[in-house]
């Protein structure tokens, strides 16, 4: 039988959901019996197994002393000791001071907080050296959201946002760069027709060997 956790909440299906750590969650209306919520969980038993196996053939991430951080394409090594909260690059180590350093939660945590604010400053250093040229055609500035993302590396919205992907900061500057004047570009473009090509060549000639950069994935946070 599978183990399972059950949230109930005001909705009106059933849905089944296995978590990174393989995990399963079902969410069910506030009066669904027990009986129904448990055969909606036998008859998905395969899918369940399939997600499972998935999810654990992944390379994952480590949050423990010693294990490998590729940082804008460095591969740091995580130095995890007790202390106050804070994090630093090393030469080739990240140093990791937090309280409880044997927690890998807490580690991924401390860690994870300082890569949102460095992905702002990071990505906010992109976008101002590449979009002159495009407030120079009367563009106004997209505001930058930092977003984890599972399947894309950044967005252009209609409503104004350049959202990015913070997973971007393990690859190299180049890569980063590249996924933003693909997005700026988006602001004269919106498909990805000759036109946006012809745009992308002529703002950054060398585009396809830095996409390239992206097409090795390092791991999946
Ligand atoms: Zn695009």
């Known amino acids: 039988m599978t183990d399972y956790e059950l949230i109930r909440s005001k909705r009106r299906s059933l849905e089944l959901r296995v978590l990174d750590d393989g995990r399963v969650q079902v969410r069910a209306p506030l009066r669904a019996s027990l009986r129904m919520v448990q055969a909606f969980v036998d008859s998905r038993r395969q899918w369940i197994a399939d997600q499972q196996h998935r999810q654990a053939s992944r390379p994952r991430q480590r949050w423990q002393d010693g294990a490998a951080f590729p940082f804008r394409g460095q591969p740091l090594t995580m130095d995890v000791s007790a202390g106050r909260n804070g994090v630093a690059v090393s030469g080739s180590y990240l140093q990791i001071r937090v309280p409880e350093p044997d927690s890998e939660p807490a580690v991924r945590q401390v860690l994870e907080n300082w890569l949102r604010k460095q992905a702002r400053t990071l990505f906010e250093d992109s976008i101002a050296r590449q979009f002159p040229w495009f407030?120079?055609?009367?563009?106004?500035?997209?505001?930058?959201?930092?977003?984890?993302?599972?399947?894309?590396?950044?967005?252009?919205?209609?409503?104004?946002?350049?959202?990015?992907?913070?997973?971007?900061?393990?690859?190299?500057?180049?890569?980063?760069?590249?996924?933003v004047m693909h997005e700026l570009c988006h602001l004269q473009h919106m498909d990805h027709g000759p036109g946006f090509h012809a745009l992308m060549d002529a703002r950054m000639p060398d585009w396809r060997q830095r996409k390239q950069l992206l097409e090795q994935p390092l791991f999946q946070p």
Do not use: C, E, F
């Open 135 to 179: 407030a120079s055609q009367g563009y106004s500035q997209p505001v930058l959201r930092v977003k984890k993302m599972r399947t894309r590396w950044g967005s252009l919205s209609a409503r104004g946002y350049i959202n990015l992907n913070m997973a971007l900061l393990h690859y190299p500057p180049a890569a980063l760069d590249y996924v």
